[in-house]
């Protein structure tokens, strides 16, 4: 559970709350505990963004905030944080502005994440034959089939790392380079 609530507003430019993860097929939530400490300026207090628990059991603490909005306080919140996760062997990040390469592939691929898309076991066959080696997203898609039927399995797929591609320098688009996971660029 959120350890405050969530204040909403017109412009906030962002979403604090409760959020549904496809890939968890759970509801996830923001600013999970409070930290407390004593500093320069007496009782401190400090909710972390988020929490997540890996798959090996070690735990991430994560919190958000642009760079050119962190002032003093909030630093030093990130530091004592910080120090707080490596004491109990936790990994702690503090992520900035996300490019907007990347972002914009993700939501791209994040919209045929549901199972509907993954085509039938035949399409997706002729779609690892086409990218068994690498391949324009178009082209190959085009191979397998019509790319009507073909590119929501091949995005689909995309999303389950199946099949990829480097989605960091430049969006998605059809001389986009495609290629099975595992195999060499």
């Known amino acids: 559970m959120p350890v405050r609530q969530f204040r909403w507003s017109r412009g906030l430019g962002y979403f604090p709350g ?8 759970r509801h996830l939530t923001s600013q999970p505990f409070w930290l ?5 300026r007496g009782r401190r207090r400090h909710a972390p963004d988020y929490f ?9 603490v994560i919190d958000v905030r642009a760079d050119d909005r962190i ?30 390469v990347p972002v914009s592939n993700v939501r791209w691929l994040a919209r045929y994440r549901h ?16 990218f068994a080696g690498s391949a324009p997203l178009l082209a190959g898609a085009g191979e ?30 059809p001389a986009t380079l495609v290629r099975a996971a595992g195999t060499g660029r």
């Open 71 to 100: 002032e003093a306080a909030d630093a030093g919140a990130f530091a004592v944080t910080a120090e707080a996760c490596a004491r109990l062997g936790w990994e702690f990040r503090r992520v900035g502005e996300i490019d907007p």
């Open 52 to 60: 997540a628990r890996r798959a090996d059991g070690t735990g991430v």
């Open 144 to 173: 397998a089939g019509d790319p009507l039927a073909t590119l929501p399995a091949l995005f689909h797929m995309m999303w389950r790392h199946e099949l990829v591609a480097d989605v960091t320098r430049e969006r998605l688009g």
């Open 18 to 25: 409760w959020w549904w993860a496809a890939t968890a097929g």
């Open 36 to 40: 407390y400490w004593t500093g320069e």
């Open 115 to 130: 199972p509907r898309c993954a085509g039938r076991a035949e399409v997706t066959r002729r779609l690892r034959e086409a």
